[in-house]
């Protein structure tokens, strides 16, 4: 439990959500609480409920997706029912699975600052922040591109830099790497852990189907499961759950999976390896 005098980024409690043509509800009797800064992996097979948890979170359900929410979502101690789509989305910021569904504007110089222009932002602050932004995310050399004729991977960085720069508290991630090749798989996840070493105090949430990945940069990891939360831990012990894992058809990390069958026949003592250098020096150790 938090402490009693934090405000947490995310509190969800008893929550229920059906869509409005569903006869039975997508997500169930969610509990959850997200401390400010925290970087969480989210898990799950397709049709869980993933995406619309964090539809939740970012006010699109069932604010622009109608359904029956029941239960309460607290954004900073702020019920998200009580507050609007525009008042959300300057706390919490959510970047889709499909970048092409994000982007609006031909140049990715004009993409970036789309969102402050809207704010009303004065023309220097903007320059400013897309200067910012555009280098923390390394793509200040793609200024003057034609946004449609990115690569997969730059175009989800354009799409995670234009929400970067209105500067939200709270950053959702829904599957950002699904349609990308390894290389802006990694271009991705690296350019999110530098934006969790830079600020601190941001709130990340990343929903992915690679879920070595996810071990390795997150530090937990919720698996949702027929609309419920199966399983809320450190990575180091999110993979200790493997009946519950392979229920869901979650596989482990190869590494994990070896050191979690060798646990089993109590030849491995200790933590759950994530990586092969983790297995290594735990299997030298044991």
Same mark, same amino acid.
Request: hydrophobic residues 40%; glycine residues 6%; charged residues 25%.
């Given at each position: 439990?938090?402490?009693?005098?934090?405000?947490?980024?995310? !509190?969800? +409690?008893?929550?229920? #959500?059906? *869509? $409005?043509?569903?006869? +039975?509800?997508?997500?169930?009797?969610?509990?959850?609480?997200?401390?400010?800064?925290?970087?969480?992996?989210?898990?799950?097979?397709?049709?869980?409920?993933?995406?619309?948890?964090?539809?939740?979170?970012?006010?699109?359900?069932?604010?622009?997706?109608?359904?029956?929410?029941?239960?309460?979502?607290?954004?900073?101690?702020?019920?998200?029912?009580e507050m609007s789509m525009a008042q959300i989305s300057i706390e919490v910021g959510l970047v889709m699975q499909d970048p092409d569904s994000q982007l609006f504007n031909l140049f990715v110089r004009d993409e970036v600052i789309w969102g402050l222009e809207n704010l009303g932002v004065?023309? +220097? !602050?903007?320059?400013?922040?897309?200067?910012?932004?555009?280098?923390?995310?390394?793509?200040?050399?793609?200024?003057?591109?034609?946004?449609?004729?990115? $690569?997969?991977?730059?175009?989800?960085?354009?799409?995670?830099?234009?929400?970067?720069?209105?500067?939200?508290?709270?950053?959702? *991630?829904?599957?950002?790497?699904?349609?990308?090749?390894?290389?802006?798989?990694?271009?991705? #996840?690296?350019?999110?852990?530098?934006?969790?070493?830079?600020?601190?105090?941001?709130?990340?949430?990343?929903?992915?189907?690679?879920?070595?990945?996810?071990?390795?940069?997150?530090?937990?990891?919720?698996?949702?499961?027929?609309?419920?939360?199966?399983?809320?831990?450190?990575p180091e012990d999110f993979f200790t759950n493997g009946k519950i894992l392979a229920n869901a058809r979650i596989n482990m990390p190869m590494v994990t999976q070896v050191a979690y069958e060798l646990s089993q026949r109590g030849l491995w003592k200790g933590k759950l390896p994530l990586?092969?250098?983790? *297995? !290594?020096?735990? *299997?030298?150790?044991?």
């Open positions: 439990m938090s402490d009693l005098n934090e405000v947490l980024a995310i !509190k969800i +409690e008893n929550m229920s #959500f059906a *869509f $409005s043509s569903a006869s +039975e509800p997508t997500l169930k009797n969610i509990n959850l609480e997200v401390k400010k800064g925290e970087l969480i992996g989210l898990v799950g097979p397709t049709g869980s409920g993933k995406t619309t948890l964090l539809n939740i979170i970012a006010g699109v359900s069932p604010h622009y997706y109608p359904g029956n929410l029941q239960g309460k979502v607290s954004i900073f101690g702020k019920s998200s029912l004065p023309r +220097e !602050k903007i320059a400013e922040s897309r200067t910012a932004a555009t280098k923390k995310f390394r793509i200040n050399h793609l200024l003057d591109r034609i946004t449609y004729d990115l $690569s997969g991977g730059e175009k989800q960085l354009t799409a995670i830099t234009s929400t970067f720069v209105m500067n939200p508290k709270i950053l959702l *991630f829904d599957n950002p790497t699904s349609a990308l090749d390894p290389l802006g798989t990694q271009m991705v #996840f690296e350019s999110i852990q530098q934006l969790h070493r830079d600020d601190p105090d941001v709130t990340i949430i990343l929903n992915d189907d690679k879920v070595q990945d996810l071990a390795v940069y997150t530090e937990r990891m919720w698996l949702i499961d027929g609309g419920e939360i199966k399983i809320d831990a450190k990586s092969v250098e983790q *297995f !290594k020096h735990n *299997f030298s150790a044991t």
